[in-house]
């Protein structure tokens, strides 16, 4: 049975940091991108980041480039978002995805095959 796990959500102020993780498991995830997605009240899902599994290389949304920062450790089937300079436009559900064709459709939430139940990230003014 696959799972993805997140934790480490919670409420910052804006200009501070939060790293959530998602731990995965239940199978092999060389042949997947882990995405990070986030729902904000009213709003779409949209996607944030993707890591490689297999090779690591990294994509990120526009809104986010050089604030967060996405990584994984193999040894621990667990990847990361580290994020930085938060803003309270950043406050959504952020959920964990595994995504088998992200390099197909390049972050549409369509094509992801597992999602984890999303942890909340709340950033105040």
């Known amino acids: 049975q696959v799972q993805l796990v997140e934790s480490g959500g919670g409420l910052v102020q804006a200009g501070g940091s939060l790293r959530l993780s998602c731990a995965a498991s239940g199978r092999t995830f060389s042949s997947y991108a882990i995405d990070w997605f986030r729902q904000a009240p009213g709003k779409e899902r949209e996607f944030v980041a993707a890591i490689s599994w297999s090779r690591g290389n990294t994509y990120y949304a526009d809104s986010v480039k050089g604030r967060f920062t996405i990584s994984r450790d193999n040894a621990k089937n667990t990847v990361y978002l580290q994020m930085n300079s938060l803003k309270p436009e950043d406050t959504a559900v952020y959920y964990c995805?595994?995504?088998?064709?992200?390099?197909?459709?390049?972050?549409?939430?369509?094509?992801?095959?597992?999602w984890g139940q999303g942890t909340q990230v709340t950033v105040s003014s």
């Open positions: 995805a595994a995504d088998p064709a992200f390099f197909k459709t390049w972050g549409e939430a369509s094509s992801v095959q597992f």
